[in-house]
């Protein structure tokens, strides 16, 4: 999985596709595509990701290679098909930076329970986000990182929500 193998340099693929590719759609500008992952869009350590893989006969060039977190690149598609990557980066493209994980917290959510956080913020009448903002961070604090990953998984994102929830509904 790691890159150090890899001679193409992070500003040759950068320069490579944001030279031929329309960014609308996906989770980073141009500008930022050498320090923000191409599908998360969080400011990150970025690592060179084959988009058709070396076993499958894919090569270190530029044109065989995106910019992913960790996180992404252990998530991305391993196929000979160089189109389901990008099909893929454009599927969770954001409109803005930092939020990916949230929104996948928030899928998550509905996937579990049923219906959005939206749903549940009418049937309470939620109208302070700054109190539940307070609530859900007071709820962040009592997390732990999964297997010593640095991030919060979306099962955790959504527990939060959903304990966050419960506190809002003892309060009110």
Same mark, same amino acid.
């Given at each position: 999985?790691?890159?150090?193998?890899?001679?193409?340099s992070?500003?040759?693929?950068?320069?490579?596709?944001?030279? =031929?590719?329309?960014?609308?759609?996906?989770?980073?500008? +141009? $500008?930022?595509?050498?320090?923000? &992952?191409? #599908?998360?869009?969080?400011?990150?350590?970025?690592?060179?990701?084959?988009? =058709?893989?070396?076993?499958?006969g894919?090569?270190?060039? +530029? $044109?065989?290679?995106?910019?992913? &977190?960790? #996180?992404c690149?252990?998530?991305?598609?391993?196929?000979?098909?160089?189109?389901?990557?990008?099909?893929?980066?454009?599927?969770?493209?954001? $409109?803005?930076?930092?939020?990916?994980?949230?929104?996948?917290?928030?899928?998550?959510?509905?996937?579990?329970?049923?219906?959005?956080?939206?749903?549940?913020?009418?049937e309470?009448?939620?109208?302070?986000?700054?109190?539940?903002?307070?609530?859900?961070?007071?709820?962040?604090e009592?997390?732990?990182?999964?297997?010593?990953?640095?991030?919060l998984?979306?099962?955790t994102?959504?527990?939060?929500?959903r304990?966050s929830?419960?506190?809002?509904?003892?309060?009110?």
């Open positions: 999985m790691g890159d150090k193998s890899i001679e193409t992070k500003k040759e693929i950068v320069d490579y596709w944001f030279s =031929i590719v329309d960014e609308c759609g996906l989770s980073v500008d +141009a $500008s930022e595509a050498h320090e923000r &992952c191409w #599908r998360c869009g969080y400011k990150n350590s970025l690592e060179r990701c084959h988009i =058709i893989p070396e076993s499958l894919g090569d270190d060039k +530029a $044109s065989n290679l995106v910019l992913l &977190c960790k #996180r690149h252990l998530e991305n598609p391993n196929i000979a098909d160089k189109d389901v990557m990008w099909d893929w980066l454009r599927a969770y493209g954001t $409109s803005f930076y930092d939020i990916f994980w949230v929104m996948q917290g928030l899928k998550e959510y509905e996937f579990i329970y049923g219906k959005s956080v939206e749903e549940e913020f009418t309470r009448s939620i109208t302070d986000a700054n109190e539940f903002n307070r609530i859900v961070e007071e709820q962040m009592k997390t732990t990182f999964h297997f010593g990953h640095p991030y998984n979306s099962a994102m959504a527990g939060v929500l304990v929830l419960k506190m809002w509904d003892k309060v009110n």
